[in-house]
């Protein structure tokens, strides 16, 4: 995702009920994001969806894979994130938020980074380990 289009998903925070135009532009958005997500972490299994919700909502994007539950709404708490354990866990493990001014600051690989850092401190160690290599390389200067 471009910052551009990080700005404008945070920007339609509170913005998407009762205004179709915002809310077709927040799923555009937020499914990249989650799609962007999951290629960052390697999660490749990982489900994304949307569901709409009513008039009066933005409707929440969805990344849920066997080891991690992450999604993003217009709710002023930012993006959850969690652990599950498969992909029929929707309670999983507690919640951990990472607000919009911090997207907007880190970008993808930012949430990337918390949600593996959760997952290394949870065993599931699988999707860290390239996820750091990854971020090393980019920090050196390689791809």
Same mark, same amino acid.
Not at 57 to 65: K, L
Not at 86 to 104: A, C, E, M, V
């Given at each position: 995702?471009?910052?551009? !289009?990080?700005?404008?998903?945070?920007?339609?925070?509170?913005?998407?009920?009762?205004?179709?135009?915002?809310?077709?532009?927040?799923?555009?958005?937020?499914? @990249?994001?989650?799609? *962007? #997500?999951? !290629?960052? #972490? /390697?999660?490749?299994?990982?489900?994304?969806?949307?569901?709409? =919700? =009513?008039?009066?909502?933005? /409707?929440?994007?969805?990344?849920? =894979?066997?080891?991690?539950?992450? +999604?993003?709404?217009?709710?002023?708490?930012?993006?959850?994130?969690?652990?599950? @354990?498969?992909?029929?866990?929707?309670?999983? =493990?507690?919640?951990?938020?990472?607000?919009?001014?911090? #997207? @907007?600051?880190?970008?993808?690989?930012?949430?990337?980074?918390?949600?593996? +850092?959760?997952?290394?401190?949870? *065993?599931?160690? +699988?999707?860290?380990?390239?996820?750091? *290599?990854?971020?090393?390389? *980019?920090?050196?200067? /390689? !791809?």
């Amino acid at each position: 995702m471009t910052q551009r !289009e990080i700005n404008r998903l945070v920007a339609l925070e509170g913005q998407c009920g009762y205004n179709h135009a915002a809310k077709t532009e927040f799923c555009k958005l937020s499914m @990249k994001l989650m799609r *962007e #997500l999951r !290629e960052t #972490l /390697g999660m490749f299994s990982a489900d994304v969806r949307y569901n709409a =919700g =009513g008039i009066a909502v933005s /409707g929440e994007a969805t990344m849920h =894979g066997d080891v991690v539950y992450v +999604q993003v709404s217009d709710f002023r708490l930012g993006i959850l994130y969690r652990t599950c @354990k498969g992909q029929r866990d929707y309670t999983g =493990g507690r919640n951990n938020w990472f607000s919009f001014d911090r #997207l @907007k600051a880190t970008g993808v690989k930012g949430l990337a980074a918390s949600v593996a +850092q959760l997952l290394s401190r949870n *065993e599931s160690s +699988q999707y860290v380990g390239s996820l750091d *290599e990854q971020l090393r390389n *980019e920090s050196l200067g /390689g !791809e």
